[in-house]
């Protein structure tokens, strides 16, 4: 028979498991409350990428790319602006209907002042757009 604490600390892993990567239009982990401020915001694409393309990266001129990582803040706290992470939101821009790709938190996230969020845009898909928008509190 599992106990109460037992049962209750495998849901919540299996809930840190389900919310560890998903598909479609948006994907969220934490809540964003009144106070919190943005702490880094960027466009990510997938797929044949230009030097056109808003926020590209300098040295991705026609090239095709199919898996990115986003990286803010250090898993070092002192190298940090002193924000922990209350929300991190990433909006799947892809038209139509926003199913471009999966989106997944590598490590950081809610409580941390770091994350690694990790994009793939779907085969199928030639070109994938994301925004991938963090929010965080001064908590200190």
Known sequence: ????TTLI??????LVLLLQGSDGATT?????????STLHAQD???GHVS??????DADATAVSVDVR?????????SAVDGYTITAVHAYD???PGGNGGRVRLLSGGVGQQHAVVRFQRYAQV???HFQLVIYGLALG
């Open 69 to 77: 990582d986003v990286a803010y803040g250090a898993q070092n706290s």
């Open 51 to 56: 030097s056109t393309d808003a926020d590209a």
């Open 1 to 4: 028979m599992l106990t109460k």
């Open 126 to 128: 030639p070109r994938a």
């Open 44 to 46: 990510v694409y997938l």
């Open 93 to 95: 821009m892809t038209l």
């Open 28 to 36: 969220t982990w934490g809540h964003v409350n009144k106070y919190a």
């Open 9 to 14: 600390s495998l849901l919540l892993v299996l």
